[in-house]
């Protein structure tokens, strides 16, 4: 699918790609450190994939996980499989912090307060590719 914007270059920032599963950082999202992995071929559902193709997938959800957990300190992480328009498995990484716009409540919800200011520390990328380079070797 050449319109599909997965398979296109993002403009979203890749930090990890081995062929299979990408991890991008979206970085103009309105909450700090959130992160995608993204199967790379397509498939719609994750029962499209055999269980050895979701086993890696989700190594790959685990492995950002424990680095956002261990970059940025949050309260909690939200993990979500939502979405219809993208003819690509995907999940989302979600940090929260009990200082974000939404927290305690979903991140689809009505907002509770104004912005923080908090970002991500400067190398976050390149430390997040670190991790995940150790933690999928």
């Known amino acids: 699918m050449s319109d599909c914007p997965y398979c296109a270059n993002s403009t979203h920032q890749v930090i990890w790609n081995d062929g299979v599963t990408r991890v991008m950082y979206i970085v103009d999202a309105p909450f700090v450190g959130w992160c995608r992995v993204i199967w790379h071929a397509h498939a719609l559902e994750l029962t499209d994939l055999n269980e050895a193709e979701r ?70 990328a390149a430390a997040m590719k670190a991790h995940l380079e150790t933690s999928l070797a």
């Not at 261990?70 to 993990?79: G, W």
């Not at 219809?84 to 974000?100: E, G, L, Q, S, Y």
């Open 55 to 124: 086993e890696r997938l989700m190594r790959t959800v685990y492995a950002v996980e424990t680095g956002l957990r261990k970059l940025l300190l949050p309260v909690k992480i939200n993990l979500a499989s939502m979405g219809t328009a993208m003819p690509h498995v995907h999940w989302h990484i979600i940090p929260r912090f009990a200082d974000d716009t939404h927290f305690p409540d979903p991140v689809w919800s009505t907002a509770k307060r104004t912005a923080s200011g908090r970002s991500v520390p400067a190398d976050f």
